[in-house]
């Protein structure tokens, strides 16, 4: 490698990387804003987040290399305009083809790793966010009871606290209602009391002081309708309450490792061939369940080779004549019905194709997204660069803002495309 090519491609990494850090940070931080409702309140670790956040970096690398390229091949050829550096290359003779060639190498490197990212990583990404999401939903929010409301937020219990001490975390005027048994036979009041959550979260600590119990219980006598009250007063008391999906517990991903976007290039193919041979088989099945829901039907094979005579019965002018108005009421009746069942069987048939033609498509969508968003790191690398070269500035300025128009009217086409492919 010539110095000269050295120092272009020493001029392009340092950039590529830094604006893909960027275009990185900025679409997670799109992608959290979506889901930033599923995740608040439920009381996650530090570690869930940030493993959340890297399947989810994953998941936007398909966007983010196009765009880094683009903008880093603009900030490269501007900034060497700029400084006079391609005016003075490209006087001693070198031609522009010639300068651009070592980062036209860079960007098929780039486009290759794109493809293998597509296919490998981000397919992975996709089956750990969707698990974390789904994990994130059945988790329960945390618990916090508020001061003069009644809360429910515990299964099978309501809770109502006067005033809360946020330094000692003590709560006062305590209510507790209890509903295990039904309806509101148990309540408790406190003066004060302590809440502790296990470390597994698998129960939560009610800690009572001074306070009274009061708690219907029933006769044991169906015939019976009388009810006993019991009130017990204590000085400590403590109500131990089991907590179930309180705490988030990761699953296994392969419950939707067979969703379209966590699906390779073998496997999509593979899915679309599967597709393509049941709807081949619903073609012959709805067809022949169509002929045996008509009148004419003979009996015969779906695969009958033609006969000289098989049209006769269609051909028979004694077949539609009726010996009496009954039989010809009967006739029109038996005609009806197959023709019902006929259009019946048609709309069947069209919905059935229709919903596996529409997998068909989704998956076949997704396969030439790995392809198009690979190749585009290589063709906006050619957009980028005589851009740079015409409006001579580096950094972010003008020929960043075009080339972002360029990406935006990209990501609208492909987005428009995918949309009418469905």
Known sequence: MKKLDRFIVKSFVAPFVATLVVVVFILLLQFLWVYIDELVGKGLGMAVILEFMMWASC?????????????????????????????????????????????????????????????????????????MRDDILNTKNEIKIPSGIFYDGIEGY?????????????????????????????????????????????????????????????????????????????????????????????????????????????????????????????????????????????????????????????EDPGYLKWGTLEDKASGIKKASESAERFSSEINSYKFNVYEEEFYVRRDDIELFKKFAQALACFILFFIGAPVGALVRKGGLGTGAIVSVLFFVLYWVVDITGSKLAT
């Open 59 to 131: 998941t936007v690398m398909p966007l983010a290399l196009p765009l880094a390229t683009l903008l880093s091949s603009v900030m490269v050829i501007g900034q060497m305009a700029e400084n006079k550096e391609l005016l003075a290359i490209k006087a001693s003779g070198v031609p522009f083809s010639r300068i651009i060639a070592p980062l036209i190498v860079c960007s098929a490197v780039i486009a290759i790793s794109a493809f293998f990212i597509g296919d490998r990583l981000v397919p992975k990404a996709y089956a750990e966010i969707y698990t």
């Open 158 to 314: 309501t809770i109502r606290v006067d005033e809360q001490n946020k330094k000692s975390k003590m709560l006062y005027g305590v209510v507790v209602y209890d509903h295990g048994n039904g309806g509101n036979t148990s309540v408790t009041f406190a003066d004060s009391a302590l809440i502790k959550i296990s470390k597994g979260k698998d129960y939560l600590t009610f800690s009572m002081y001074d306070g009274s119990n009061y708690q219907e219980t029933n006769s044991i006598r169906y015939a019976d309708t009388t009810l006993t009250l019991q009130h017990i007063d204590f000085s400590r008391q403590e109500l131990v309450i089991p907590l179930k999906n309180y705490k988030f517990e990761k699953s296994d991903t392969v419950r939707f490792e067979d969703a379209a976007k966590s699906m390779s290039v073998r496997l999509l193919k593979h899915q679309s061939d599967s597709l393509h041979h049941r709807i081949d088989s619903l073609d012959a099945v709805h067809y022949d369940n169509a002929r045996r829901s008509t009148i004419f039907f003979l009996g015969r094979q779906l695969d009958t080779a033609f006969r000289d005579d098989s049209r006769q019965l269609f």
